[in-house]
């Protein structure tokens, strides 16, 4: 059974940083991969960054530089570390992982192409 649990967000102001974590159970590296993804109200959920179990990584290019994505080695926590926050970056954030081939074909970039198989709740983010 998969459990993802979010937690970190809150109201930053514009500049400022937040480090958002998931906890996760039930998840087995070798057949995973693990992303965070965003949603604003009336818009699409959009992938914000990927993360492999060979450790390789990848942000969107709204992201990139700002956001780094990382995970523990069994999978049990994924983080995201966001720096010079901005209003656009407003969203609840939702840790996501996928289980089968599309980790080891597509690597950190499975958040592009594959849906997710299992999501967190989701945690808030307010950049004013």
């Known amino acids: 059974h998969v459990q993802l649990v979010e937690s970190g967000g809150g109201l930053v102001q514009p500049g400022g940083s937040l480090r958002l974590s998931c906890a996760a159970s039930?998840?087995?590296?070798?057949?995973?991969?693990m992303a965070w993804f965003r949603q604003v109200p009336g818009k699409e959920r959009e992938g914000v960054a990927g993360i492999n179990s060979d450790g390789s990584v990848n942000t969107t290019d709204s992201v990139k530089g700002r956001f780094t994505i990382s995970a523990d080695n069994a999978f049990t926590t994924l983080d995201l570390q966001m720096n010079s926050l901005q209003p656009e970056d407003t969203a609840m954030y939702y840790c996501?992982?996928?289980?089968?081939?599309?980790?080891?074909?597509?690597?950190?970039?499975?958040?592009?192409?594959?849906?997710?198989?299992?999501w967190g709740q989701g945690t808030q983010v307010t950049v004013s």
């Open positions: 996501a992982a996928h289980r089968g081939w599309n980790c080891r074909m597509l690597g950190a970039r499975w958040y592009q192409v594959a849906r997710p198989d299992y």
């Open positions: 039930g998840l087995r590296p070798s057949t995973d991969c």
